[in-house]
């Protein structure tokens, strides 16, 4: 749907009611997709950005690849949602990731 700029917040909405309390069943690069299609299509529901913030606070370090960290950076930014501590969990983790980082 994000991808083809399908806006139906309906859709999106029931999506959102069943996956919040689900997050922790996703791998790291379903939540950093599931992320980035929401805020794609500028639709931010505040329970699942909530969840996936507090999912982010407590994910073992190393979890996430670089481009699901940039992905998820992307994704919050973009959705205008600023948990200062997903920032900071992401930039630590970024930075001691550095080295191995590819650019596109």
């Known amino acids: 749907c994000a991808t083809m700029r399908i806006r139906d917040r309906i859709l999106f909405g029931a999506i959102a009611s069943i996956i919040s309390p689900r997050l922790d ?4 690069f ?3 997709n599931l992320l980035w299609a929401y805020a794609k299509v500028s639709l931010v529901p505040p329970e699942l950005f909530d ?7 407590i994910r073992s370090k190393k ?4 481009q699901c960290l ?10 205008e949602r ?4 997903v920032f900071a969990t992401l930039a630590e983790e970024i ?3 550095a080295a191995n980082l590819k650019t596109q």
């Open 25 to 28: 069943t996703l791998k790291s």
């Open 30 to 32: 379903e939540l950093s």
């Open 51 to 57: 969840a996936a913030g507090e999912q982010l606070a």
């Open 63 to 66: 979890e996430f690849k670089g």
């Open 70 to 79: 940039s992905t998820i950076a992307w994704s919050f930014t973009t959705a």
């Open 82 to 85: 600023r948990d200062l501590r």
């Open 95 to 97: 930075k001691a990731a």
